[in-house]
């Protein structure tokens, strides 16, 4: 079975404060992807990365960073020096080919 | 941007009725999803198509069905609807021959069943 769990419901920082979102996966599958997406209040899901099972590299873009570790079937996400414009739900996914498992979401509350 | 469109984007109905969503794209992708989202739920999977003719059921397929006639139209049908329907319901494609393994989504359809 494929299973994604986001077990923060909320979490709210200050900005300029660093946060992590954590995601624990759930797969038999030996290949996969992981991904991100950001979902702002204006309701859009918007992708942010994608990971594929075979590739562990973290991966940093600007103050957004990835942690991705098979040992613990884990695809974290770090904000440093967070912002109000990141004041969002943050859903982390698994996928093959063909379909797209999502978690329950993360919403992240930056407040100024 | 993906080229997606979704419509209507706003809908209220009576219990009871039909409903189709409408969900049109530009990319040439081979996959279409539709998804709902509700509190708590996150993205749940509804149907999926992978080709013109080609779906298949998600793991919420229970009073919905679907119909892709054209590669760039995915319509998702809600035969009788019920107010347990009432949610915001997300399509998406992809295509991964062309490396696109992510999902883009269009705009979201909030529908209300009162």
């Known amino acids: 079975a494929q299973k994604v769990t986001q077990a923060q419901t909320e979490i709210s920082v200050v900005e300029k404060e660093d946060v992590t979102l954590d995601c624990v996966y759930e797969?038999?599958?030996?290949?996969?992807?992981l991904f991100w997406y950001k979902q702002p209040p204006s309701g859009e899901l918007v992708f942010l990365i994608r990971?594929?099972?075979?590739?562990?590299q973290n991966e940093i873009s600007g103050r957004y960073s990835w942690n991705f570790q098979k040992s613990t079937s884990s695809f974290n996400f770090t904000i440093t020096a967070s912002q109000v414009v990141d004041s969002a739900v943050y859903f982390c996914?698994?996928?093959?080919?063909?379909?797209?498992?999502f978690g329950s979401g993360t919403k992240l509350n930056v407040k100024p | 941007d993906a080229g997606i469109t979704q419509s209507p984007r706003h809908k209220v109905t009576e219990t009871g009725t039909p409903v189709t969503l409408r969900c049109h794209q530009t990319?040439?992708?081979?996959?279409m999803y539709w998804y709902r989202q509700d509190p708590g739920h996150g993205l749940r999977l509804i149907h999926y198509?992978?080709?013109?003719?080609?779906?298949d059921k998600g793991e919420v397929s229970d009073g919905y069905s679907v119909s892709r006639s054209k590669t760039e139209d995915f319509l998702l049908t809600l035969e009788s609807a019920t107010s347990s329907q009432t949610s915001v319901y997300f399509c998406?494609?992809?295509?991964?021959?062309?490396?696109?393994?992510?999902?883009?989504f269009g705009q979201g359809t909030r529908l209300t069943v009162v």
């Open positions: 198509s992978y080709g013109v003719k080609d779906t």
């Open positions: 797969t038999r599958d030996t290949t996969y992807y």
């Open positions: 990319e040439n992708h081979r996959y």
């Open positions: 998406a494609i992809s295509e991964p021959i062309q490396g696109h393994t992510e999902a883009f």
């Open positions: 996914a698994l996928g093959n080919f063909n379909k797209f498992y």
């Open positions: 990971r594929n099972s075979f590739d562990e």
